[in-house]
């Protein structure tokens, strides 16, 4: 089962399935599909600054398969060595079409100019989210980074090319670039860090630095699940979330 959006059209193959509720309420989906798309545009564009050789070309066609509707194609691309020789033909025995991949560089000139999917008038995920920045007074960075985090928690670590981070030093750089901020602002995000202690996002530290892109994009699961629902007031999301303890220190 696909998300769908009001009309009735799938909006994107890969959104976890077997669900229902808030959690896959149309808006919701859309919702998360815009910014998720918007997230996978911006890695492709930075993948060649971020990677070289046979992880660039790897993590190039996995992205490739991934944004295939954004390209316009009429089906995901199948590249040379992805299926055993048993699948490499189709039901009459002819031989299955192989497309050549785009190079790094094409693909990101076309994730340039991609446009996200629409993003929907309203949604209580977007509702909430946009209250919580007023509420705790997150900075535009603040809440982009937990944006984006919220997205891949639903979508999946593994959707986001692997991204290896050397050290804390490379991970606030390589933030910043896909959050388009300078990266004293992600430094300072993280030395204040009141997305952790709230309770929002998973902590980075220097004694657990994660190893790639994907661990500094890391929200907490009962987050997740508390910003979805539609709430009455203010004051109804912000009980939800102590009741399900987030925001522990922000509501003492």
């Known amino acids: 089962m696909n998300d769908l959006t009001p009309d009735g ?3 994107f193959a890969l959104e976890p399935c077997g669900f229902s509720g808030a959690t896959y309420a149309s808006s919701n989906a859309a919702f998360r599909h815009h910014h998720m798309g918007r997230l996978l545009h911006r890695c492709g564009v930075l993948l060649p600054q971020w990677l070289d050789g046979e992880e660039l070309l790897s993590e190039c066609r996995s992205l ?3 944004c295939w509707r954004e390209f316009g194609y009429a089906k995901a691309p199948v590249f040379d060595g992805d299926l055993p020789t048993f699948l490499m033909e189709d039901a009459s025995g002819r031989p299955l079409v192989l497309s050549v991949p785009l190079t790094p560089l094409e693909l990101a000139a076309r994730l ?3 446009v996200p999917s629409p993003l929907p008038a309203s949604s209580p995920v977007g509702t909430n989210l946009e ?3 007023r509420l705790l007074g997150l900075t ?3 809440s982009q980074w937990l944006l984006r985090a919220y997205c891949l928690a639903r979508f999946g670590s593994g959707l986001l090319p692997a991204i290896p981070l050397s050290d804390k030093q490379q991970g606030c750089e390589r933030l910043a670039l896909l959050c388009e901020v300078p990266v004293d602002v992600v430094r300072d995000a993280l030395a204040l860090c009141r997305l952790h202690a709230w309770g929002l996002l998973h902590g980075v530290d220097d004694a657990a630095v994660p190893s790639s892109l994907a661990g500094w994009l ?5 987050f997740v699940e ?3 629902p539609s709430y009455a007031s ?11 303890q987030v925001l522990p220190s922000a509501a003492s």
């Open 9 to 11: 059209s799938v909006i």
């Open 64 to 66: 490739e398969q991934t």
């Open 112 to 114: 340039m100019l991609a």
């Open 131 to 133: 209250r919580l920045v």
């Open 140 to 142: 535009h960075f603040e």
């Open 218 to 222: 890391s929200a907490c699961d009962p």
């Open 226 to 228: 508390w910003i979805e």
């Open 234 to 244: 203010d004051s109804d999301l912000m009980s939800a979330l102590c009741q399900a």
